[in-house]
Nanobody
Framework: QLQLVESGGGLVQPGGSLRLSCAAAGRSLGYYAIGWFRQAPGKEREGISCINSRSDYINYADSVKGRFTVSRDNAKNMVYLQMDSLKPEDTGVYYC????????????????WGQGTQVTVSS
């Protein structure tokens, strides 16, 4: 089972930046599409990005498009989420998880959710 660990969260002021990392534990993530999700307090978890194994398909939720950038380094077994121009509404716990790949788009997540990493955007 693909197990992923998120890191890089923290407290940042509005307009600031953070870079989240997603590492695979004990297994290569190079074959998998990876999605980033977040859950704000009192809200449902939402998908914000997906990148396929070859990085030739990337999508973003409208709420983060133009501000967030996902990338991966399969040689290092890592996926990243660069978050710029952060807003208070970006506050939440961020998760990465494997996603099914349907050849042209990402499918639902599979496996277990990790602990996530907390991102707080506040002045």
């Amino acid at each position: 089972q693909l197990q992923l660990v998120e890191s890089g969260g923290g407290l940042v002021q509005p307009g600031g930046s953070l870079r989240l990392s997603c590492a695979a534990a004990g297994r290569s993530l190079g074959y998998y599409a990876i999605g980033w999700f977040r859950q704000a307090p009192g809200k449902e978890r939402e998908g914000i990005s997906c990148i396929n194994s070859r990085s030739d398909y990337i999508n973003y939720a409208d709420s983060v498009k133009g501000r967030f950038t996902v990338s991966r380094d399969n040689a290092k077994n890592m996926v990243y989420l660069q978050m710029d121009s952060l807003k208070p509404e970006d506050t939440g716990v961020y998760y990465c998880i494997g996603r099914d790949w349907y050849g042209k788009k990402c499918g639902p997540p599979f496996g277990s959710w990790g602990q996530g990493t907390q991102v707080t955007v506040s002045s």
